[in-house]
T-cell receptor, first 115, second 113 residues
């Protein structure tokens, strides 16, 4: 079974631009969660989608948004990029809703650099 | 709110040494799940183990073993006879039921030949 895939793997953007990251979960998994990883803050939860509905949202500004499609694929969007948005963005999928303790399986991440 | 503390920022060992990675957690919930993930230099988080709060049995998987003690709120991870391929950052994580996954800051393990 294929794992979680994320595209693109690397992105370089400039301040003020917007970016869209994509995530395809493991086949059959209906929940997708997004995390931001930085050296200073570590791994921080962004949001979770289950059956096209946002179930939980972390403490991030409204510039960070996401959505999930009927095939469970998910995208996250960051608008008006700031230098501090430079990070590794990780997507994870699970069979059921992640907040029920189900194991989350992670993709390889998208490394975003904001110049 | 829940919290995970991995006090060891970095550990260096020589191949074949045993090493224990510590994890202490805080939660007010009685039902929760604990996880360990490995993050090699490639960046992908690799799932290692999942434990629920009602199962305190220790687990052994090859060279890996986990010691879960609710009395001390700890979920420690031991690698026996470490190998260079074990070099990675290891994360302990906690999710109470109906809450989100919270990670510790991670422990970087460096195994030298």
């Amino acid at each position: 079974k294929a794992g979680v895939t994320q595209t693109p793997r690397y992105l370089i953007k400039t301040r003020g631009q917007q970016v869209t990251l994509s995530c395809s979960p493991i086949s059959g998994h209906r929940s997708v969660s997004w995390y931001q990883q930085t050296p200073g803050q570590g791994l921080q939860f962004l949001f979770e989608y289950f059956s096209e509905t946002q179930r939980n949202k972390g403490n991030f500004p409204g510039r960070f948004s996401g959505r999930q499609f009927s095939n469970s694929r998910s995208e996250m969007n960051v608008s008006t990029l700031e230098l501090g948005d430079s990070a590794l963005y990780l997507c994870a999928s699970s069979l059921a809703a992640g907040n029920r303790g189900d194991t989350q399986y992670f993709g390889p991440g998208t490394r975003l650099t904001v110049l | 709110a829940q919290k995970v503390t991995q006090a060891q920022t970095e550990i260096s060992v020589v191949e074949k040494e045993d090493v224990t990675l510590d994890c202490v957690y805080e939660t007010r919930d009685t039902t929760y799940y604990l996880f360990w993930y490995k993050q090699p230099p490639s960046g992908e988080l690799v799932f290692l183990i999942r434990r629920n709060s009602f199962d305190e049995q220790n687990e052994i998987s090859g060279r890996y073993s986990w010691n879960f003690q609710k009395s001390t709120s700890s979920f420690n991870f031991t690698i026996t006879a470490s190998q260079v391929v074990d070099s990675a950052v290891y994360f302990c994580a906690l999710t109470p039921l109906y809450s989100t996954l919270t990670f510790g800051k991670g422990t970087m393990l460096l195994v030298s030949p």
